[in-house]
C-alpha cells in the first residue's frame, strides 16, 4: 500500500525552493570567504605572514594571496565544495610569476599547501581568520623629483669583503659575523683587501612605538657588533628594502628612509645593500630611480661614509641612472647559485656592461660562491677570473672559519685581486668567441692588459689566437706573468696556443713595456 500525499500548491513551491537552497547552505557551510592570515614564528623572534583575501561565489573564487615576496592575483579557481585549487598570477615587472596553492576548509581552519617550484617539496601552512584590511598592501607614498644625488667619494676600486647570504642566508647572527671578521683577519683576507662584512637579509625585527628599526633577537646590539669588526680594522655593511618588506619577508625602509639612515649612521653601519623585493608590490620598475634616490639622499644627510649598493636585479637599466641615485655599485643581474651553470650564466653575459663602470660607480654580478662546494677548484678560478676582468666587486659568500688552503689561495692570489682592483677602474670585454673558446681582455693603468683564455666547454682544449685579435698591435711583449700558476711565460711571435681545462681558464698578464 502506498500513501501518496497530495501537496497543496503552496506547499510545492517551498519544496522547490528547498531543493534550491540545500546546495546554497552546503556551500556557504564551507564558505571561505573572508580575511585570513599565516603566521609564522620564527626563532630570531619575528613573525612572518601570508594573507589570503577570498571571496567565494559558488564554486568559484576570487580575491588575492599576498606572501613575503608577492601579491598574487587569484585568476583561477578549480574543485569545491571542499577543497580549492588557486592559481594566482603576479605581475612583478616584465616578469609575470604564477604560483599554485590547495586550499580547504578544516573547522575554523583554512588549510593551505603549496610548492615554490614544481619539483620543490610541498609546504603545508594553517590559516586563521583576520580582521578585513590587515593583509592590504600599504598606500604607495609619493616620488620624490629627480636630482642628482652627489658622490660620496667611496669605492674607488670595487668593494671588497664578505656577505651573509650566500652560505648562511637566514642563519645569519651576531656570532657569525664575529667569526667572519675575525677569519678575515686570521686568514690574511683583510691584507688582500676583503675589508666589509656585510650582514644580508634577516636581521630585522619590527619598529618601536617611535618607528625605529630594531634588529631581532640574533642580533642582541648591532653597535657593540659594529664596534667589534671595527676594532678589526674591518667595516660592517647592512642591508635593507626600499619596500614596506625585504625579500625574506622582514620590515623593509618603506616610509622609514631617513630614520633608518640615521639608525645605520647610528649605529656605525658603513655600507648599505639596498633589495627592491618588497617595493615591487607599490611601485613598477620604472620607478625605481626616485626610491632608489630617497635612500641616496638619506644616506648622505647622515654625513657617514656608507658605500651605497643597489639590488634590483639589473631592472631599468640601472647602470644608466645608478651613479645619479649615488649609487657605488647596482647589480646587474638575478641571484647566483653556486653551480658552475649559474655563474658561467651570469658572468660571460656581461659584455654590453663595460662603458658603464667607472672607479666609484661597479656593476656587480652578484656575490662570490668560491668556497661554497658547488664547483670544482678549476671553476672556482674561473669565477674569480672572470669577476676580476668584470671589475665586479669581489664580496666572499663562504664560510670563511672552515675554508680549504686551495680556497683561500683563490681568493687571497693577489695578482688576480690586483686586475680586479687597478685604479683605472675600466671593466674589461669579450675580444674573441670561437666554439667554447673565449678571450676576454682588461687595460690596466699605465698601458699594462690582463687576457684571460676561457674554455667553456667540459674537456681540455687548446686554445690559439692572433695577438692582433686581442688589442696587442705590434708584436707582442717578450714578457707574460700567469698569475694563476705565479709564473713570468715568454711569449713571441703573432700567434698565442694554450691547453685551458674544461671550464678553466689561463689568466696572462702583460705589462705596459711595448703596447
Ligand atoms: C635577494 C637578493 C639576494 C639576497 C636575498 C635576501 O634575493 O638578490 O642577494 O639579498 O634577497 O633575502
Known amino acids: 500500500m502506498s500513501i501518496k500525499t ?49 571571496k567565494q561565489e559558488g564554486a568559484h573564487i576570487t580575491g588575492h594571496i599576498r606572501t613575503t615576496q608577492a601579491f598574487y592575483i587569484i585568476s583561477e579557481s578549480t574543485g569545491g565544495p571542499d577543497t580549492f585549487t588557486l592559481v594566482g598570477t603576479w605581475p612583478d615587472g616584465d616578469n609575470q610569476r604564477k604560483a599554485t596553492y590547495q586550499i580547504s576548509l578544516v573547522g575554523d ?16 601552512m594553517v590559516a586563521h581568520r583576520t580582521t578585513p584590511g590587515e593583509g592590504a598592501l ?47 683577519v686570521s686568514t690574511g683576507m683583510k691584507d688582500a683587501g676583503f675589508i666589509y662584512v656585510n650582514i644580508d637579509d634577516t636581521w630585522e625585527a619590527d619598529r618601536d612605538a617611535q618607528g625605529n628599526i630594531q634588529t631581532n633577537k640574533k642580533f642582541p646590539d648591532m ?26 619577508g622582514y620590515e623593509g625602509s618603506f616610509g622609514h628612509e631617513e630614520q633608518d ?62 651613479p645619479d641615485v649615488g649609487g657605488n655599485l ?11 651553470d649559474s655563474m658561467e650564466k ?56 672552515n675554508m680549504s688552503p686551495e680556497i683561500l689561495a683563490i681568493l687571497t692570489n693577489r695578482e688576480v685581486i690586483a686586475i680586479d682592483q687597478d685604479r683605472a677602474g675600466k671593466q674589461g670585454a669579450r675580444a674573441i668567441k670561437s666554439g667554447d673558446t673565449e678571450v676576454w681582455t682588461r687595460d690596466l693603468i699605465n698601458g699594462g692588459r690582463a687576457v684571460a683564455i676561457f674554455n667553456r666547454g ?15 698591435r705590434n708584436k707582442i711583449p717578450a714578457k707574460a706573468r700567469n698569475v694563476w700558476l705565479h709564473q713570468d711565460v715568454a711569449v713571441s711571435g703573432v700567434d698565442y696556443s694554450t691547453t685551458v681545462p674544461g671550464h678553466g681558464v689561463v689568466l696572462l698578464v702583460f705589462s705596459a713595456r711595448k703596447m
Open 330 to 340: 647596482w647589480r646587474t643581474t638575478g641571484d647566483i647559485r653556486d653551480s658552475y
Open 138 to 184: 600599504p598606500t604607495r607614498l609619493p616620488l620624490p623629483a629627480l636630482h642628482k644625488v652627489p658622490y660620496n667619494g667611496l669605492a674607488k676600486t670595487p668593494p671588497m669583503g664578505w656577505n651573509s647570504w650566500n652560505k648562511f642566508a637566514s642563519r645569519v647572527d651576531d656570532a657569525a659575523v664575529r667569526s667572519a671578521a675575525d677569519a678575515l
Open 109 to 124: 581552519e583554512l588549510h593551505v599547501s603549496t610548492r615554490r617550484r614544481p619539483d620543490a617539496p610541498l609546504i603545508e
Open 6 to 54: 497530495k501537496l497543496p500548491k503552496s506547499a510545492y513551491g517551498v519544496y522547490l525552493l528547498s531543493l534550491l537552497l540545500i546546495p546554497v547552505f552546503s556551500l556557504s557551510a564551507a564558505d571561505l570567504s573572508g580575511n585570513w592570515v599565516v603566521r609564522d614564528s620564527l626563532p630570531d623572534g619575528t613573525v612572518r605572514r601570508s594573507y589570503f583575501d577570498l
Open 346 to 401: 651570469i658572468g660571460f653575459s656581461q659584455n654590453d656592461l663595460a662603458p658603464y663602470a667607472a672607479p666609484g660607480h661597479w656593476n656587480d654580478p652578484d656575490m662570490l660562491e668560491v668556497g661554497n662546494g658547488g664547483m670544482s677548484t678549476v671553476e672556482y678560478q674561473t669565477h674569480m677570473t672572470l669577476w676580476s676582468i668584470l671589475a665586479a666587486p669581489l664580496l666572499a659568500g663562504n664560510d670563511l672559519q
Open 261 to 322: 639612515a640615521k639608525t645605520y649612521a647610528a649605529w656605525g653601519i658603513d655600507y648599505l645593500k639596498y633589495d627592491w623585493c618588497g617595493a615591487r608590490n607599490l611601485y613598477k620598475d620604472s620607478e625605481m630611480q626616485p626610491l632608489y634616490q630617497k635612500m641616496g639622499d638619506a644616506l648622505q644627510a647622515t654625513g657617514r661614509a656608507i658605500v651605497y649598493s643597489l639590488c634590483q636585479y639589473g631592472r631599468a637599466d640601472v647602470w644608466k641612472w645608478g
Open 458 to 472: 667540459t674537456s681540455e682544449a687548446v686554445a690559439s689566437f692572433h695577438w692582433s685579435d686581442v688589442g696587442f
Open 223 to 248: 653597535k657593540a657588533l659594529a664596534d667589534y669588526v671595527h676594532g678589526k680594522g674591518l667595516k660592517l655593511g647592512i642591508y635593507s628594502s626600499p619596500g614596506p618588506n625585504t625579500c625574506a
